[in-house]
Antibody, heavy 122, light 108 residues
């Protein structure tokens, strides 16, 4: 059974750095093609893809946010961490982590965490 | 990056009717690497369709996807009450991945 759970602060101040952790079970980075991505959704708005890390440690970032994002994994703990620097109120959103099992059908999220709401306010 | 435009923004239909949702890409989506997700209020998105036309595990056959290149369609053949939600298309053919702005399917 695949599960993902996001954790991190519910409230951050402008200019601070956000650190989010995705803790997962039911799959492993030892599997070729396994990836985890982060996607966010501002209240009432559309989904926005942020970053992805692959089983072989390849990393991909949103073009508009790449200077602020870092993604890394701790394979021993089954965790993926996303950091976002210089937070602004426009970054207020629900942040989701997702599982991707890539292959001949491409790399798309098939399992999603429940999401965690992060509010940026002083 | 590839921009996805979904239409209509809102679709008002009754249970039992057929729903047709459109997703148009600014550039060709190679290998038909396009997915559709359903999202209900307060919930995470749920994968419906991948590869433009393949149903995900457990998805009823009233949901179908079609299209290629730049034009894709999600069809719900006979709407059930639980189908009223927001639907997003997602291209994963070229990094960065992108999503459409969503179509809200509401009860008429």
């Amino acid at each position: 059974q695949v599960t993902l759970r996001e954790s991190g602060p519910a409230l951050v101040k402008p200019t601070q750095t956000l650190t989010l952790t995705c803790t997962f079970s039911g799959f492993s980075f030892s599997t070729s093609g396994m990836c985890v991505s982060w996607i966010r959704q501002p209240p009432g708005k559309a989904l926005e893809w942020l970053a992805r890390i692959d089983w072989d440690d390849d990393k991909y970032y949103s073009t508009s946010l790449k200077t602020r994002l870092t993604i890394f994994k701790d394979t021993s703990k089954n965790q993926v961490v996303l950091t976002m620097t210089n937070m602004d109120p426009v970054d207020t959103a629900t942040y989701y982590c997702t599982r991707i099992l890539g292959g001949t059908n491409g790399y798309y999220p098939d399992y999603w965490g429940q999401g965690t709401l992060v509010t940026v306010s002083s | 990056e590839i921009v996805l435009t979904q239409s209509p923004g809102t679709l008002s239909l009754s249970p039992g009717e057929r729903a047709t949702l459109s997703c148009r890409a600014s550039q060709s989506v190679s290998s038909n690497y396009l997915a559709w997700y359903q999202q209900k209020p307060g919930q995470a998105p749920r994968l419906l369709i991948y590869g433009a036309s393949s149903r995900a595990t457990g998805i009823p056959d009233r949901f179908s996807g079609s299209g290629s290149g730049t034009d894709f369609t999600l069809t719900i053949s006979r709407l059930e009450p639980e189908d009223f939600a927001v639907y997003y298309c997602h291209q994963y053919s070229r990094s960065p991945d992108t999503f459409g702005q969503g179509t809200k399917l509401e009860i008429k």
